[in-house]
C-alpha cells in the first residue's frame, strides 16, 4: 500500500537551513511527489514537483530558497535562510492505483 | 494568472445535502483534470475527489463514495461536488486544485489551489 510518511513536527533557527523529509512506502521509492506549503490560517500552495531523478520543477513565485532532492525512497524539501514566514504546515503528495495520497503533514516552527 | 474561487459551504444538518462550485480563471479550464480535497479542522490533507478534462475519468475517495458526485461545465470553467447524506466527519474546508501539466502530459499533482470553502455538518 502506497503510504507517504513525514515527521509531525521539526524547527529550526532564524536565518538556518533545514531538510524536510517525506518517505516512500516499501516498493514504492520510484515515485513522483509534489511538496504544498500551508501557512497559517491559509490554503495550500504548490511548492514543487520532485521528480524520481530529483529534478524539480517549482511553482511560480517559489524563492530560489526552496529546493528538493532525493536519496532512494525519500525525498526532501530543504528551506535555506529561513524567515518567520517559513513557518507552516509542509506536505507531501503522490497517486497511486487508490487514488492521490498526502503525507501526514510537518509543522515547521521557526525559532 | 490562475484562479481558482470555491463558494458553495455552509451549515447543513446531518444527512443533508449540499453542493460546492470552484469558479476556475487564468487558464484554458478544459485542459485540465481537476481535484476536491478536504481539511478537517486540525487536520491534515485529504483527497475527495477526481475528474479528467473532459468529465469522462472520475475517482472518488473510499470515505466519500457513493455519497458525493463530482462534475464540471468546460463551458463555464466551472467544476462542482454534490454532498449528499453529510455527517460529522465531513466537517472540512474543501479545495479544489488543477492538476499538474507539463508537455502535454498531466500528473496527479496539484499545482494551483483555491482558498477554500467550509462545510460545517452539524445538528
Known amino acids: 500500500q502506497l503510504v507517504l510518511t513525514q515527521s509531525p513536527s521539526a524547527s529550526a533557527s532564524l536565518g538556518a537551513s533545514i531538510r524536510l523529509t517525506c518517505t516512500l512506502s516499501s516498493g514504492h521509492s520510484n515515485y513522483a511527489i509534489a511538496w504544498h506549503q500551508q501557512q497559517p490560517d491559509k490554503g495550500p500552495r504548490y511548492l514543487m514537483k520532485?521528480?524520481?531523478?530529483?529534478?524539480?520543477t517549482k511553482g511560480d513565485g517559489i524563492p530560489d530558497r526552496f529546493s528538493g532532492s532525493n536519496s532512494g525512497a525519500e525525498r526532501y524539501l530543504t528551506i535555506s535562510s529561513l524567515q518567520s514566514e517559513d513557518e507552516a504546515d509542509y506536505y507531501c503528495?503522490?497517486?497511486?492505483?487508490?487514488?492521490?495520497?498526502f503525507g501526514g503533514g510537518t509543522k515547521l516552527t521557526v525559532l | 494568472e490562475v484562479q481558482l474561487v470555491e463558494s458553495g459551504g455552509g451549515l447543513v444538518k446531518p444527512g443533508g445535502s449540499l453542493r460546492l462550485s470552484c469558479a476556475a480563471s487564468g487558464f484554458t479550464f478544459r485542459r485540465y483534470n481537476m481535484n476536491w480535497v478536504r481539511q478537517a479542522p486540525g487536520k491534515g490533507l485529504e483527497w475527495v475527489s477526481s475528474?479528467?478534462?473532459?468529465?469522462?475519468?472520475?475517482y472518488y475517495a473510499d470515505s466519500v463514495k457513493g455519497r458525493c458526485t463530482i462534475s464540471r461545465d468546460n463551458a463555464y470553467n466551472s467544476l462542482y461536488l454534490e454532498m449528499t447524506s453529510l455527517r460529522a466527519e465531513d466537517t472540512a474546508v474543501y479545495y479544489c486544485?488543477?492538476?499538474?501539466?507539463?508537455?502535454?502530459?498531466?500528473?496527479?499533482?496539484?499545482?494551483?489551489w483555491g482558498q477554500g470553502t467550509l462545510v460545517t455538518v452539524s445538528s
Open positions: 520532485l521528480n524520481t531523478d530529483g529534478s524539480h
Open positions: 475528474i479528467s478534462s473532459s468529465g469522462s475519468h472520475i
Open positions: 486544485a488543477r492538476d499538474y501539466c507539463s508537455g502535454g502530459t498531466c500528473y496527479r499533482l496539484f499545482d494551483n
Open positions: 503528495q503522490t497517486w497511486g492505483t487508490s487514488g492521490v495520497i
